[in-house]
């Protein structure tokens, strides 16, 4: 993959997969909030093998906004062979109970922002008739629960909405990959005590990388999550309710 | 068996503790700082062995985020890169572009600023000295809020206390250092057996001008007129060579090991089997540079073979005066405790200087060494050891310690008061409070 377009990229795990595309020597266009924070992956990745790295702010409160963001990309790289979109906020379930305005946010950066990208993106790549569009979702979107149903809902339609993107894009040859990591051990989880279900954000960013090359379609990250969820997707409801989870 | 995770222990396991972590996001991040009187100290991968990389009862700042290489000059080789940033990744990068570090320890991973801190030496001391011989400059964050840069030049007394200064002085942020033009990843190395200290010695003396890396592996089982025999490993990088890196096949000991796994009958059958498997007195062979630098990296979490107790490291730098009879002294000595130190490295430093006041490697021998913690009986050995190592004018290495006494530590530093008034009031660690009373 020669041309990398990458948003959200200053997290952990998107960081890490710049840097894995940066090693093959990819040209990158990375996107994120922060200009000091893009600037300093910017030298990053070209010390580590980047041919070339370009730079864009974007705010995912704002979808309307997205389109430029896109059209900026393809300007920069010249053409597209891959898009990685990472952006995601994890919300405190709590306030959003107590307000509409905190699951308004939420659900506005972890669903309305990537589909916004997405519209755009998927004429695109449906044009070009090759590439690879993937998008980081979370097992958190396998099925709702007390403790995170807001983030859940968003991540869950998100899911769905790549599903479909999957079935419409599959015969002109362009793969669409959602990534489910489950817990990643971030400084967000530094406090907690580390089970053997923490992955590192090296380790999920490389294996998002290799996704993406392989054009794979559903990802669990690591591999082990998809049979954690697939045992608690058949729990069924009336037991499910009870529990506290 | 007891399968644990936490990041934020020491390489021996030993001692434990108890801490909160702290993270900074940034080199231009503020300093993280708890509250109360509580004290921070700087946490990259975990390799120091004893308790220099840990603070119990207060807070550890994570690194892990100061990840990004800042700039690299294809000219000179200068490498400008944040301090969480492992040799592992730098080599990683530099190797298939013709560049090493300057200096490397026994394992890659370790982050720029736990080598600056711990003023970490490798094969080559004898050649380059330490890591601090070539750092240029760094960027030092202290508690009062003021962000430093330190080089020979500017901020003089900080640079030479920074280097080998335990974490103690600030958080080290960035690090530029001088990569070295390398040929080719491969080495020609040269291996001699040894039937004796006295021949070690010997042939140390004569190969130090020929090899710019050298180490030798001990047998401390051995006793009588072979006491002191190993295998002495010298080496050069290689001109460019059609060689291909070698498949590196990498294994991770998963659990901590029952503690009778490791009992002395196995270190001897190690020992016996290490020396004997290399038949003739000298090879010639040429090696890819990982096992020759990382023999024990391509084992994963190694450490958890010594046991849920843990193991110490006890290594010592000894004056060439009075040296040899000093390390026979301590060969001797635990061969007779029948507490066999599973592997043994001896390696000569030469006469370059360091920069950092509180900087281990001196001119001299040094012998690095595991013991198994089998509570008291292990102690006492090490005690007696002390005392040879204190007879002879010697020195312990803080990286590696996790129990001289304060006593000790004085002996081994004699620019430890000079280093004291560089110290951060609000940085703190096991190892500094255990040696200086509780500062």
Not at chain 1, 168 to 184: E, H
Not at chain 1, 226 to 237: C, D, L, N, Q, S
Request: charged share 20%.
């Amino acid at each position: 993959m020669k041309r990398v377009l990458i948003i959200g990229a200053t997290s952990a795990i998107t960081t890490e997969t710049a840097r894995c595309f940066a090693r093959d020597g990819a040209a990158l266009h990375i996107v994120a909030r922060d200009q000091e924070k893009l600037n300093r992956l910017k030298s990053d990745l070209e010390i580590r093998g980047a041919v070339r790295v370009s730079i864009d702010i974007f705010d995912a409160l704002l979808p309307d906004s997205h389109a430029e963001v896109i059209h900026q990309a393809i300007e920069k790289l010249g053409e597209l062979d891959g898009v990685l979109i990472g952006h995601g906020t994890l919300p405190d379930q709590s306030s959003c109970q107590n307000e509409w305005k905190s699951c308004e946010d939420a659900v506005t950066v972890n669903l309305i922002s990537p589909i916004a990208l997405l519209t755009d993106l998927a004429n695109y790549f449906e044009r070009k008739r090759s590439g690879n569009i993937t998008v980081i979702s979370s097992v958190a979107g396998d099925r709702g629960r007390q403790s995170n149903y807001v983030y859940g809902a968003a991540k869950g339609g998100l899911s769905i909405f790549l599903q479909g993107l999957r079935n419409r894009l599959a015969p002109c040859g362009v793969s669409v990959t959602t990534i489910k990591p489950g817990f990643v051990d971030t400084p967000m989880t530094a406090d907690l005590p580390k089970g053997p279900l923490f992955a590192s954000a090296e380790q999920v960013g490389a294996r998002i990388h290799k996704a993406m090359v392989r054009g794979e379609s559903v990802v669990y990250t690591p591999w082990f999550w998809r049979f954690i969820m697939g045992a608690i997707v058949v729990v069924p409801e009336r037991i499910f309710k009870k529990l506290k989870l | 068996m007891k399968c644990s995770v936490n990041r934020f222990e020491s390489w021996g396991r030993y001692p434990k503790a108890t801490q909160s972590v702290l993270s900074i996001h940034s080199p231009r991040a503020r300093l993280p700082l708890p509250n109360e009187s509580e004290t921070v100290l700087p946490f990259g991968l975990g390799r120091s062995y004893g308790d220099s990389c840990l603070n119990d009862g207060n807070f550890l700042i994570d690194t892990r985020e100061l990840s990004h290489f800042i700039s690299f000059d294809e000219e000179s080789g200068l490498l400008r890169a944040e301090a969480g940033v492992s040799l592992a990744e730098i080599l990683r990068i530099f190797i298939p572009r013709g560049w090493f570090l300057p200096v490397s320890p026994g394992t890659k991973f370790v982050t720029l600023g736990g080598a600056v801190a711990n003023d970490i030496h490798g094969k080559n001391h004898h050649r380059a000295g330490t890591f601090g011989n070539h750092v240029t400059q760094f960027g030092l964050v202290r508690s009062n809020g003021e962000s430093l840069t330190c080089s020979p030049s500017t901020n003089p007394e900080l640079f030479q206390a920074t280097i080998g200064g335990l974490g103690l002085t600030g958080l080290i942020v960035w690090v530029e250092i001088r990569l070295t033009k390398i040929a080719s990843p491969f080495l020609n190395t040269h291996l001699i057996k040894f039937e004796n200290l006295d021949e070690f010695m010997a042939i140390s003396h004569e190969t130090d001008s020929l090899f710019d890396y050298s180490v030798a592996w001990v047998d401390c089982i051995a006793d009588g007129s072979s006491m002191g025999r190993g295998i002495f490993m010298a080496g050069n990088f290689a001109p460019p060579t059609s060689s291909r890196p070698p498949r590196t096949l990498s294994l991770s000991i998963p659990c901590s090991a029952p503690s009778w796994l490791l009992n002395s009958l196995a270190m001897k059958a190690f020992n016996i089997v290490y020396y004997n498997h290399q038949r003739s007195k000298v090879v010639d062979a040429l090696q890819y540079y990982e096992p020759f630098f990382y023999p024990l990296d391509a084992i994963l979490h190694w450490n958890r073979i010594y046991g849920a107790r843990g193991f110490f490291q006890y290594q010592l730098v000894v004056p060439f005066q009075d040296g040899a009879a000093a390390l026979k002294e301590i060969f001797a000595r635990i061969s007779r405790s029948g507490r066999a130190s599973f592997l043994a490295v001896l390696k000569t430093f030469g006469g370059v200087e360091s920069p950092g006041l509180l900087s281990f490697p001196r001119r001299g021998v040094t012998l690095a060494l595991d013991f198994p913690n089998q509570g008291a009986p292990t102690h006492a050995l090490m005690q007696e050891l002390d005392r040879i190592v204190s007879e002879a004018g010697g020195a312990l290495y803080p990286a590696k310690d996790a129990r001289m006494s304060p006593e000790m530590f004085e002996r081994s530093f004699p620019r430890l008061s000079e280093f004291e008034r560089w110290v951060d009031p609000r940085f703190s660690s096991s190892f500094w409070r255990r040696v200086r009373g509780s500062v």
